[in-house]
């Protein structure tokens, strides 16, 4: 059954977990966070903002919903250590997976990814990464733990090959490592990153699991984080990156972390609910699980379309 707050605010069948393509699940943890705490309200925010995006995608002329988005209670850890909030996502993760769907975590601190990524490489062995992100998240051990934000991709390069996108703030450390090779990583190259998404792809193996930090794109398009960095992605190079990836891969989930929602100010909650809600429809049309629409039009009366108000005034 969906939580009572619904990503896209959509209702009904096209919620409901048994037939849904996609489970959304939003992890509220920032324990580790440390420059601005805050993104524990992230899932939260972004869910809420989703139900005013369009359910009709203009660009690729389709209403993604129609595949079934569930969106799964909250996981509650707030309150774990880092590595049992690891490992309650593993877990939580794995199930989505186990029943063949194909699972959105919303952070929440990038810590979370890690359980993702561990769920998705038991069941795909051939699993790479795909990072998209301002930092390198490549450190040992980051203010006293193996698993805090800062180690997240460490953690992940010792199981999967890794790809990163969009770098632009690394210890030295970190750049030992990029420089041996242990990941492939791509420096931000603001809007000529875009060019660059051919040779991104082909670093990948044939099944990926996407990280999406918001602060790897601009703070002038993405201001709600906790650690922003300028000269980042604008939103045309992210989503021509995540087409590429989902036309000629097979991607098996993806996050959304590191929002930080500003009171009084929605634009990025707001941006990072219409991001997510691109990809899947990226990975719904790329998978046929959605058929294009002519047009979009409302649910009859009666019918067990998407119960929600509507988001702006005609004319």
Not at 112 to 137: E, F, M
Request: glycine letters at 10%; hydrophobic letters at 40%; one cysteine or more.
């Amino acid at each position: 059954m969906p939580s009572p707050t619904t990503f896209l605010g959509v209702r009904g069948r096209h919620a409901f977990y048994r037939s849904a393509r996609f489970a959304v699940l939003p992890v509220p943890y920032d324990k580790t966070a440390t420059y601005l705490k805050g993104t524990a309200g992230g899932p939260a925010a972004l869910v809420d903002a989703s139900a005013q995006v369009e359910l009709y995608d203009e660009v690729l002329g389709l209403e993604t919903y129609r595949a079934g988005v569930a969106t799964l209670p909250a996981l509650d850890v707030r309150d774990l250590a880092p590595e049992a909030m690891t490992r309650a996502v593993e877990r939580a993760y794995g199930k989505i997976l186990d029943d063949g769907k194909i699972g959105i975590v919303i952070g929440g601190e990038h810590s979370v990814s890690l359980g993702a990524i561990r769920a998705a490489r038991r069941r795909h062995p051939r699993l790479s990464v795909l990072q998209i992100d301002a930092h390198t998240d490549l450190r040992s051990r980051y203010h006293g733990t193996p698993f805090g934000h800062g180690c997240v991709m460490r953690r992940a390069s010792e199981i999967v090959p890794v790809t990163q996108v969009g770098i632009r703030s690394l210890s030295a450390e970190e750049s030992r490592l990029v420089n041996r090779g242990r990941v492939r990583t791509f420096f931000s190259l603001g809007a000529e990153t875009g060019r660059l998404a051919g040779d991104i792809v082909e670093t990948l193996t044939d099944e990926v699991y996407v990280t999406i930090d918001v602060d790897g794109l601009d703070p002038s398009i993405m201001p709600g984080t906790g650690t922003p960095e300028p000269f980042g992605l604008d939103w045309r190079s992210a989503v021509e990156i995540l087409r590429r990836v989902a036309e000629e891969r097979t991607v098996v989930g993806f996050d959304v972390v590191e929002l930080l929602p500003i009171p009084g100010q929605a634009v990025s909650e707001f941006t990072a609910a219409r991001l997510t809600y691109r990809f899947l429809g990226l990975i719904a049309k790329a998978r046929g699980y959605a058929a294009p629409q002519g047009r979009h039009r409302r649910p009859r009366k009666g019918s067990s379309g998407p119960l929600r108000k509507s988001r702006r005034p005609s004319g």
